[in-house]
């Protein structure tokens, strides 16, 4: 069966409407755009494929798999940014007690820059350094700043 999903993404005012088949499973199941109901006015001059493509797969997903790499990627240098919860098997991590992940965008259009800061972390340079490196791994280089 095939469903139609609304989404606002918190990482702007754009609002768009996705498809997707109930009988396919999560792992190989495909969302699809369906309509783009309002542009924000930093993705006004996108088309409506470049709206799914931009903000849903790339800004959306950019900003929730970076802080999720930071926490799942802390070794001994960025040991104090993470906590663990649940117990046996079932621990995970996540930031830390007095650290939290705030976000912005800059830029306009395909050219948005996510700027991410861990208030109450004190990274010092080299530790900034290191995020930053991975965020350019992970997404490329001017995606991400590490401020």
Not at 55 to 67: A, F, P, S
Not at 89 to 97: E, H, I, S, T
């Amino acid at each position: 069966m095939i469903k139609i999903t609304t989404c606002a993404p918190d990482t702007c005012g754009c609002k768009y409407s996705y498809s997707w088949d109930t009988d396919q499973n999560e792992d190989v199941r495909v969302h699809t755009l369906h309509q783009v109901i309002r542009k924000c006015p930093a993705h006004a001059t996108l088309t409506d494929q470049e709206i799914w493509d931009e903000v849903h797969n790339g800004e959306n997903r950019r900003k929730n798999l970076i802080r999720k790499a930071i926490v799942k990627n802390a070794d001994n240098r960025l040991q104090h940014l993470v906590r663990w919860l649940g117990e046996g098997v079932d621990q995970y991590p996540d930031l830390a007690d007095g650290v939290s992940y705030q976000w912005s965008w800059s830029g306009t259009g395909k050219n948005r820059v996510l700027n991410v800061s861990l208030v109450g972390a004190n990274l010092t340079n080299p530790q900034k350094l290191l995020l930053q490196s991975m965020a350019d791994s992970q997404f490329g280089a001017g995606k991400v700043v590490i401020v």
